[in-house]
């Protein structure tokens, strides 16, 4: 079955600009993650859904930074007046939800920020 | 403070020549302990959760041990096709299901 996809791969914008990034989730997958991978650093926590809500927003750095999920489906990380410290490579994982449940990832957004 | 420590963060290994990873964390509570597997350009791929201390999961070349302060990844006989940077996390006990994450540590099998 098809895993956790993410799009666009590679994003290059101009600082200032807003960008959106967008993550399907494998289907039937009830939680969604998104995380954060700056160059030579751990996965940063970003926000969990769970469902269409979010429960735990807690690491979203700013208030430029919001996402959205739909249909308890495709979920869309939007960034805004974006700066050079938002280069980095955003990861989206899903779950089946119950706790403990391994997360899958897809292969991430490489977002430039020039 | 949730954390998560991993060492050491880049190891060199002739293929064939044994090694562990250390996992260390300092957690309220800990739900489970995962280890991940992140090849360059690619997303983290699962490989296993423990839950308890005492326990053990094996895969191929790969066991992961648990104790109350730390998990240990064992590599047996390396093959180059096991480069790869190896990730920990943990969830805590809480009303949250996000996993805290180490920084990794970056494995190199030279044949």
């Known amino acids: 079955g098809a895993g956790v996809s993410q799009s666009p791969s590679n994003k290059v914008t101009e600082k200032g600009k807003d960008v959106e990034l967008r993550c399907d989730p494998i289907?039937?997958?009830?939680?969604l993650y998104w995380y954060r991978q700056r160059l030579g650093q751990g996965l940063e926590f970003l926000i969990y859904?769970?469902?269409?809500?979010?429960?735990?927003k807690s690491g979203l750095p700013s208030d430029r930074f919001s996402a959205e999920r739909t249909g308890e489906s495709v979920s869309t990380l939007t960034i805004q007046r974006t700066q050079q410290e938002d280069s980095a490579v955003y990861l989206c994982?899903?779950?089946?939800?119950?706790?403990?449940?391994?997360?899958?990832f897809g292969n991430g957004t490489r977002l430039t920020v020039t | 403070e949730d954390q998560v420590t991993q060492s050491p963060e880049a190891l060199r290994l002739q293929e064939g020549e044994s090694s562990s990873l250390n996992c260390s964390y300092t957690?309220?509570?800990?739900?489970?302990l995962f280890w991940y597997r992140q090849d360059p350009g690619k997303g983290p791929e699962f490989l296993f959760t423990?839950?308890?201390a005492g326990e053990e999961k094996e895969k191929e070349r790969l066991k992961a041990t648990l104790t109350k302060k730390e998990s240990f990844l064992h590599i047996t006989a390396p093959k180059p096709e096991d480069s790869a940077t190896y990730l920990c996390?943990?969830?805590?006990?809480?009303?949250?299901?996000?996993?805290?994450f180490g920084t990794g540590t970056r494995l190199q099998v030279f044949p």
């Open positions: 289907s039937g997958h009830t939680a």
């Open positions: 859904f769970q469902g269409n809500s979010a429960p735990d």
């Open positions: 957690v309220s509570g800990l739900r489970g």
């Open positions: 423990l839950y308890s």
């Open positions: 996390a943990v969830q805590t006990a809480g009303n949250t299901d996000k996993l805290i």
């Open positions: 994982a899903s779950s089946l939800g119950p706790l403990s449940s391994p997360l899958h």
